[in-house]
Nanobody
């Protein structure tokens, strides 16, 4: 089994910063891509940012220039540095590990439980 543990959500004022972290644990051989999605009330879940094992990144247009994703392959962790936060960034943020290959050579798509980010004055 593979689990994702997220941390770092909370309440922040507009213009502030937060850093989300996600650690994967379990019987992991490799992880192709790790990323963050978010879901605001009454909206669909959307990609925020993702990073491949070799460091290729992909960002939603709405967060480019404000958010930075990083990854530590040795520790199976991914971080999302969120700066210049806006009220419209308010959502539950979910960590995702895509194409996780386990030590038993199964391939999984794994999600975290989500962490709430609220941007409000």
């Amino acid at each position: 089994q593979v689990q994702l543990a997220e941390s770092g959500g909370g309440l922040v004022q507009p213009g502030g910063s937060l850093r989300l972290s996600c650690a994967a644990s379990g019987s992991i051989f490799s992880i192709y891509s790790m990323g963050w999605y978010r879901q605001a009330p009454e909206k669909q879940r959307e990609l925020v940012a993702a990073i491949s094992k070799i460091g290729n990144t992909n960002y939603a247009d709405s967060v480019k220039g404000r958010f930075t994703i990083s990854r530590d392959n040795a520790k199976n962790t991914v971080h999302l540095q969120m700066d210049s936060l806006k009220p419209e960034d308010t959502a539950v943020y979910y960590c995702n590990a895509d194409r996780v290959v386990t030590t038993t050579l199964h391939t999984l798509d794994v999600w975290g439980q989500g962490t709430l980010v609220t941007v409000s004055s």
